[in-house]
């Protein structure tokens, strides 16, 4: 099984990095991280995004690979997905209104892959 979990930045990805592995852990997945880069975004930024989620595999065991490219969010998450064959894509909902307004339901309507939102402030209710 291939778990896709599109990154949308450092913060982003502490909010839903250990709760993403520990699924994959228990799925016996591997994980496929990918970071799309945005206006002003260097590569590094997208490094340090993927590393959030490479360091919480790491401690788990589950083997995770990491992707970093360019273009339309939603149309580059659908085709890593089907590049890499993805059986789930599991996304955070940040905070930000671009991506809970449109950005999961896009993705979740126009691609064959099933999608799984993590609320962004699961992280936060869960250590309560």
């Not at 991280?33 to 589950?62: M, P, W, Y």
């Not at 998450?77 to 890499?84: F, K």
Request: charged fraction near 25%.
């Amino acid at each position: 099984m291939r778990i896709l979990i599109p990154t949308a930045g450092e913060e982003a990805a502490c909010e839903i990095a250990e709760y993403t592995m520990e699924v994959a852990k228990r799925m016996g997945a591997d994980v496929i991280v990918l970071h799309i880069l945005r206006d002003g975004e260097t590569d590094e930024d997208g490094i340090q995004s993927c590393l959030v989620f490479t360091n919480a595999a790491n401690k788990l065991g589950v083997s995770v690979s990491s992707r970093i490219g360019g273009g339309e969010v939603v149309k580059a998450i659908l085709r890593v997905a089907q590049e890499d064959n993805a059986d789930i894509i599991l996304m955070g909902a940040s905070r930000g209104s671009l991506v809970e307004n449109w950005l999961s339901a896009d993705v979740m309507g126009q691609g064959n892959v099933p999608v799984l939102v993590i609320p962004h402030c699961f992280r936060r209710l869960r250590n309560q």
